[in-house]
């Protein structure tokens, strides 16, 4: 997930911010991160593509959202105010 916060806050912005400044946020953000992609979130993801009919990359984000017990995913590229895999879709530039 933080490498969908780092691509979206540094090129698909109005206002990028600065690789740099977006490298210091994911190494803080990082300290939080308590699980890690194993064969089972890879497996989650291949079963969320195929039941949602989205792109594995987006179901990648989705399992490990799932797995760490997320209730929401900020995310443009997914519609908003669906729910896939028990995680509420919210576009954080236009809400749910």
Do not use: C, H
Not at 14 to 24: F, L, N, Y
């Amino acid at each position: 997930m933080l490498q969908e916060f780092y691509v979206n806050v540094t090129r698909k912005i109005a206002a990028p911010v600065a690789a740099s400044a977006a490298r210091e946020v994911v190494r803080d953000y990082a300290a939080w991160i308590e699980s890690s992609v194993t064969a089972a979130t890879i497996v989650r993801a291949s079963e969320i593509s195929e039941v949602w009919r989205i792109s594995f990359w987006d179901a990648m984000i989705l399992a490990a959202a799932e797995q760490i017990g997320a209730e929401q995913l900020l995310t443009e590229d997914l519609n908003a105010g669906e729910k896939i895999a028990g995680v509420e879709i919210v576009n954080p530039f236009f809400g749910a």
